[in-house]
């Protein structure tokens, strides 16, 4: 079957200014980097703050342009035009991706109106506003009305407004507290299955990509260190990033203590 997503061999390297020519030097941010999204599968891209998650999100979304290496959506090459329409992102912090101008009908309208989606807009914007467990009433209130954690929910209702193949959830969590990032991640969950829609997840907590992934690529200097089946990888870590990361994973409360 063909990836959803796939990279293959993807370096990048960045020229280190100094203020002497003998002082430039070359940092290379990514190493020969294969990743895969298979069809009807989750991913989750984990490593430490410096793995290179960061600069191998921006190729993949089609915002940088690898040195080395190719990446690829549905089989073909990425193309800002195709992902546009086609992939839902949420970056990590939720307030930098809604204008504190608009309310939030006319934020999650835009996506709808600027891919000229065919749909009833407003029935849209309400229904995904109850999707993401927020009052419908609310609409028309701007951001600065909304706590951190509705924030996301509204971030996370704009990505999917436009019914996208593919959602990328970036370190979207790490701002809120426990309790509220284990109720966003099971709705993130809950959504997820029952659209269909497949996910990519970029995170460094462990406890998060348990809770919603399949697979897991673990990124280390730039490098693959380990990928796999989420289980097989957390239950028998073989790379030292791998076991680090265990070692300092956060358990997320259950449901039942949020409540």
Known sequence: MTPVLEAAGVRRVYRVPGTRPWRRRDLTALDDVDLALQPGRSLALV????????????ILLALEVPDAGSVRFRGAP????????????????????LDPRLQVRASLREPLE?????????????ELMAAVGLDPETVDRRPGAFSGGQRQRIALARALIANPALLVVDEPFSAVDPATRARLVDLLRVLAERSGIQLLLVTHDLG?????C???VVLAHGRVAEAGPIAEVFARPRSAAAQDLLGAVGRLPTPEATR
């Open 47 to 58: 490593g430490e703050s410096g793995a290179g998650k960061s600069t191998l999100l921006r």
């Open 78 to 97: 990425v193309s800002p035009e195709r992902l546009r329409r086609e992939v839902g992102v949420v970056v990590q912090d939720a307030g930098s991706s």
């Open 114 to 126: 600027c891919l000229d989606v065919d749909a009833d807009h407003d029935a849209r914007v309400l």
């Open 208 to 212: 998060v990509a348990d809770r919603l």
């Open 214 to 216: 399949d697979d897991v």
